[in-house]
């Protein structure tokens, strides 16, 4: 069993950054890919990126490519999203899951944080 939580969300200007971080319990976190999706109001939920096991391999969304960057500290049992140059477009609850691999299935989901960029 894991259990995940968001933190790190909040209301920015677009062309500003924020850190999401999803904290992990459980002993086999990192054994475990985690990913970061996200679910725009009246819209489908997206993925966002993911990373492997031992962060030797990371995965984005087209649209997130060149300012997202997701990485994950095995010790702390912690993943962060570091996004920069927000659009309003990237609005969204954001979630952090965990799974057997970035491909899923996720098993594990956090309960999300808001994000919200204004133009």
């Known amino acids: 069993q894991v259990q995940l939580v968001e933190s790190g969300g909040g209301l920015v200007q677009a062309g500003g950054s924020l850190r999401l971080s999803c904290a992990a319990s459980?002993?086999?976190?990192?054994?475990?890919?985690m990913g970061w999706f996200r679910q725009a109001p009246g819209k489908e939920r997206e993925f966002v990126a993911a990373?492997?096991?031992?962060?030797?391999?990371?995965y984005y969304a087209d649209s997130v490519k060149g300012r997202f960057t997701i990485s994950r500290d095995n010790a702390k049992n912690t993943v962060y999203l570091q996004m920069n140059s927000l659009k309003p477009e990237d609005t969204a609850v954001y979630y952090c899951?965990?799974?057997?691999?970035?491909?899923?299935?996720?098993?594990?989901w956090g309960q999300g944080t808001q994000v919200t960029v204004s133009s």
């Open positions: 899951a965990a799974g057997a691999g970035v491909a899923g299935p996720y098993d594990y």
């Open positions: 459980g002993r086999t976190f990192s054994s475990y890919a």
């Open positions: 990373i492997r096991w031992n962060s030797g391999s990371t």
